[in-house]
């Protein structure tokens, strides 16, 4: 079993940064693929990044590509999104996510073993 917590959520003016973090605890992270999500209120999760845990190869959906930065820490079991010029369609609740590394990269929300709460991210234009 993992425990996945994110923070760093908030409210940001338009053209603005956040961080956020995601601590997992349970079992180790490493042999997790890890992945960020993101839904408004009467519409799907969708995939925001993901990166694997063995490579630290990084994925992006084409909304976010060049504007945010996926990471991860193993020794600190952390992952992090780094969100920069920020949108005010960027606003959702984000999700943090694991799943057990496969072959290749998952994107499909549905198939990750675990979730964090999630953390609000508000962009004011």
């Known amino acids: 079993q993992v425990q996945l917590v994110e923070s760093g959520g908030g409210l940001v003016q338009a053209g603005g940064s956040l961080r956020l973090s995601c601590v997992a605890s349970g079992r180790t992270f490493s042999p997790y693929d890890m992945g960020w999500f993101r839904q408004v209120p009467g519409k799907d999760r969708i995939f925001v990044a993901a990166i694997r845990w063995s490579s630290g190869t990084t994925y992006y959906t084409d909304a976010v590509e060049g504007r945010f930065t996926i990471s991860r820490d193993n020794a600190k079991n952390t992952g992090y999104l780094q969100m920069n010029s920020l949108k005010p369609e960027d606003t959702a609740v984000y999700y943090c996510?694991?799943?057990?590394?496969?072959?290749?990269?998952?994107?499909?929300?549905?198939?990750?073993?675990?979730w964090g709460q999630g953390t609000q991210v508000t962009v004011s234009s």
């Open positions: 996510a694991a799943i057990l590394s496969r072959t290749k990269v998952v994107l499909a929300p549905t198939a990750y073993d675990y």
